[in-house]
């Protein structure tokens, strides 16, 4: 029995020394590991080999190098820079180191009016598309607007259409098992579930079990794009009811911004098929618009450099010069990212920072509140929005340049989730997302300095320590 226990404590000590060794890592999330082995042993060593790394195998990582390298010459290659505005051509470079091509001008947006128009719009664009439509959607429901655009796809594909779809496979995991997912292959289109784990077992694949395609994607015949926050759902969103309506934001590009998303979708699906679409990707790019505007997409994951979406956040928050305001459902950021929140309140400039009033997820929802202190402090006002779940993730600053994705400032989106978004320059749309900000703003009930610097006792106990415990997952 003595030899048992000495393997389980040199089990212990060996997972003690990797949490404490591994490189890249913050030191919070560090401390909190070592903690939690500390304290619960036994328990610990089985939640750190489940979480705590954000494991890709050698051989998935090659793989999906080879996919993004190989699509990589077919990105547009403006034959002029994009005159950005001089304090936020740092943010725009931050964006093109990691997504490794330039900024590009001569794109146009259109911010639909709400979740269903915007689906509507979707929709309208499959059924005129000539070449192709590619999708990829964390979650894809089959109510009334998912079933719109399933039943688009298969009127694309039945006139020949190529048609690529991608779910991920936990998120749209009802899609997959249903109807519409065999409706969609019978007409022809391709299908995909994204980061699929058989029997639950990550390491049987490559990576951890956790690792999610949070993606949402359209892009129509390789020059129409939408990027943004919505699901392929209604805004009652039936497996989260109680918390609707969901209010989300799915923005509509043309121009070479759509070549960029669209080499996002195929690195993705090339690494999941093993399919090759340079040969996809080899037609002409969509030309700059006359009067467009600049314009980034970028695709991020536990794949990047750890921090790499931190570093865009902070980027943007940075080059802010009077005003910026942030909507997010999931505020739970890593001391770097709270650093450049506080850093510009502290500087002067007019920050908001607008969350569900009430949150499906309970956790994130306390883990949000613990933060409300110290953001009070340093002069940021805090909203919560009651007219349902803002699930919309924007950034708007100075009334020019706005920041719309799939990333939520929680760590899930920071460290784990595979993510897309864009940055752009426009007094126009950045005003649209401003007057859209606003009209939420006024459904929001705004925190008092007092009481968010006052919590009870026993409420600022369990809000701290879910930030511990949250911090290594």
């Not at 519409?180 to 699929?196: E, F, I, K, P, Y």
């Not at 109680?242 to 690494?271: H, K, S």
Request: aromatic fraction near 8%; hydrophobic fraction near 45%.
């Amino acid at each position: 029995m003595s030899i048992w226990w000495l393997i389980l404590a040199a089990i212990h000590l060996a997972v003690i020394l990797r949490a404490l060794l591994l490189e890249g890592r913050g030191s919070d999330a560090r401390a909190a590991w070592l903690l939690l082995l500390i304290a619960l042993p036994g328990l610990g060593v089985i939640l750190y080999l489940l979480f705590g790394e954000a494991w890709i195998s050698r051989g998935l990582r090659e793989r999906q190098r080879r996919a993004y390298e190989a699509l990589l010459p077919f990105a547009p290659r403006p034959t002029q820079q994009a005159d950005l505005r001089g304090v936020y051509g740092n943010a725009f470079r931050t964006f093109e180191a990691e997504a490794r091509w330039p900024t590009c001008t001569g794109n146009q947006a259109t911010l639909p009016p709400d979740s269903d128009a915007a689906i509507a719009l979707l929709v309208a664009d499959i059924d005129a598309a000539e070449h192709s439509v590619h999708l990829s959607f964390y979650i894809w429901l089959g109510d009334h607007n998912g079933t719109k655009v399933v039943q688009a796809v298969c009127r694309a594909a039945q006139r020949g259409v190529t048609c690529r779809i991608a779910v991920d496979a936990i998120g749209s995991r009802g899609l997959i098992r249903s109807d519409h997912w065999t409706a969609m292959r019978d007409a022809g289109a391709q299908v995909c579930s994204l980061l699929s784990a058989p029997l639950g077992m990550g390491f049987l694949v490559g990576h951890r079990t956790d690792l999610r395609n949070h993606r949402k994607i359209a892009v129509i015949d390789g020059h129409i794009a939408y990027c943004g926050s919505q699901n392929c759902a209604d805004p009652a969103f039936l497996v989260k009811r109680d918390f609707a309506p969901w209010v989300d934001i799915f923005v509509r590009f043309e121009g070479p911004v759509a070549r960029q998303t669209d080499i996002i979708f195929a690195a993705a699906w090339t690494l999941e098929t093993g399919e090759d679409l340079r040969e996809a990707m080899s037609a002409e790019p969509p030309r700059a618009l006359p009067d467009g505007i600049a314009a980034i997409a970028c695709g991020i994951g536990p794949l990047s450099p750890r921090g790499t979406m931190t570093d865009m956040f902070a980027a943007v928050l940075a080059a802010t010069q009077s005003q910026v305001t942030i909507t997010t459902p999931y505020f739970a950021p890593d001391p770097e990212l709270l650093g450049a929140i506080v850093a510009a309140a502290r500087r002067g400039v007019e920050l908001r920072i607008v969350v569900p009033h009430r949150n499906d997820d309970r956790v994130v929802g306390a883990i949000s509140r613990a933060y409300y202190p110290e953001l009070a402090r340093s002069g940021v006002r805090i909203f919560e929005y009651c007219g349902g779940l803002l699930h919309a993730k924007t950034i708007v600053a100075d009334g020019c340049v706005a920041l719309i994705g799939s990333s939520n400032m929680d760590r899930r989106s920071l460290d784990l989730n595979f993510e897309n978004n864009i940055l752009l320059e426009s007094d126009e749309i950045a005003g649209q997302l401003g007057r859209r900000q606003q009209r939420w703003l006024e459904d929001a009930i705004e925190i008092d300095r007092d009481a968010a610097t006052t919590r009870p006792f026993g409420r600022r106990i369990v809000d701290n320590l879910l930030t511990i415990i949250g911090a290594p997952f």
